[in-house]
């Protein structure tokens, strides 16, 4: 069974640190970028961070450039988001994602909320 959860999610102060986990299983985790998107309450989900395959490349949205970063072992099965400095415009829920065979995979997501 392909499956991606999410962990790591708090109630954090601004300026404060989580890192997000993303554990994947059923699928050659090592073979496929994988992704971190972000929906915040009534707007649209975001993707907000990516990683190649190898984890050589990745790449994030402007809005959490020199903040955020994404990392992975590949060893574990295992993609992980480092957020540092948060804004309560942070505050969302998070969800990892990979692409299988051209269809994407959800995990059930974990909530990130920066508040005082």
């Known amino acids: 069974q392909v499956q991606l959860v999410e962990s790591g999610g708090d109630l954090v102060q601004p300026g404060g640190s989580l890192r997000l986990s993303c554990a994947a299983s059923?699928?050659?985790?090592?073979?496929?970028?994988m992704y971190w998107y972000r929906q915040g309450a009534g707007k649209e989900r975001e993707l907000v961070a990516t990683?190649?395959?190898?984890?050589?490349?990745?790449n994030y949205a402007g809005s959490v450039k020199g903040r955020f970063t994404i990392s992975r072992d590949n060893v574990k099965n295992t993609v992980y988001l480092q957020m540092n400095s948060l804004k309560p415009e942070d505050t969302a829920m998070y969800y990892c994602?990979?692409?299988?065979?051209?269809?994407?995979?959800w995990g059930q997501g974990t909530q990130v909320t920066v508040s005082s």
């Open positions: 994602n990979a692409r299988y065979l051209g269809a994407p995979i």
């Open positions: 059923g699928f050659t985790f090592s073979s496929y970028a």
């Open positions: 990683i190649s395959s190898s984890g050589a490349f990745t």
